[in-house]
């Protein structure tokens, strides 16, 4: 499940998954051991398209459910904040 800290850790990186792999501290490695970061860049980008509406309604349904599913209410907040710039 995606939370606002890893969404913390992810922007403290700026998203770039080589500096995390070289500087991130062994914590906030055990933080990531599942996937969090690709999915995290993953629902950026469809979250990108379904704003400049370059997404179908499937892809938007699709990405609604995946948020549900996979990442906490407040962080969902927090990334659409992000793709809303």
Do not use: P
């Not at 990531?32 to 690709?38: D, L, V």
Request: charged letters at 35%.
């Amino acid at each position: 499940m995606i939370t606002k800290e890893h969404v913390r850790i992810f922007d403290k990186y700026l998203g770039d998954d080589d500096g995390f792999a070289r500087c991130s501290t062994s914590h906030e490695k055990e933080y990531f051991q599942k996937g969090e970061w690709e999915l995290i860049v993953s629902i950026l980008q469809d979250l990108a398209l379904v704003n400049n509406e370059l997404a179908s309604k499937q892809c938007e349904e699709e990405l609604n459910i995946r948020l549900n599913k996979h990442v906490e209410f407040d962080a969902i907040e927090v990334l659409k904040r992000k793709t809303n710039a």
